[in-house]
């Protein structure tokens, strides 16, 4: 929708599905931000100051998704009185549209691009130091986190297409091992042994 010409004429009447993928915007912000406090006194333990980053970049993340939500409504407005005035002058309208479809742009170039990347490579490498997955998990992970990110560079430099073929092979195994590392959590959960060797160490030294 956003990306047809006519997108002013399109988006006001799809008001009800603009608004809805709002929500989901919303809902999956909250979520970003929820599961990396809650993952917070796990990660901590391996170390505190990275977990911090992690969850300082999830926070930066979920705040710029929230600019391009907001973004989108106000192209909901811009819409709405472009299809009332019954498209008057139209130039001043598309320049409007233009930059609020621009801000979008950068907004999801900088935060599920390259905030999220850097955010995803404290992550995993904390994961990976604590064993608290697979070590194949983690390694997938540090992996597809920069390959997302030399995405992110190359959208903003040359600004191919995000469905490119370069675009979908290099945000391909970051999206997939974000997938089956949920799966993981949800049927084994972390390493219980892991976690109980950490909290072990952290007893002895706080004696």
Known sequence: MLNAPDYLINIYPNKTQVIIGVLFELINDAAVVGIAVMLFPILKKHSESIALGYVGFRI?????????????????????EFVIAGAPDASYFQTL????????????????????????????????????????????????APLLLADAGLLGMFGHSPFSTISIFLNLPIAVNEMVLAVWLIVKGFNSSAIASESAKTDINEV
Do not use: N
Request: charged residues 5%; hydrophobic residues 60%.
């Open 60 to 80: 930066i993340e979920a705040v710029i998704i929230i600019v391009g939500a907001i973004s989108l409504l106000l192209l909901l407005t811009l819409s709405q």
């Open 97 to 144: 549209g233009t930059l609020l479809l621009a801000a979008r742009d950068w907004v999801f170039l900088l935060g599920p691009g390259i905030v999220f990347s850097l955010g995803a490579l404290m992550f995993y490498y904390l994961l990976y130091q604590s064993k608290l997955i697979p070590r194949f998990l983690s390694v997938w992970g540090l992996i597809g």
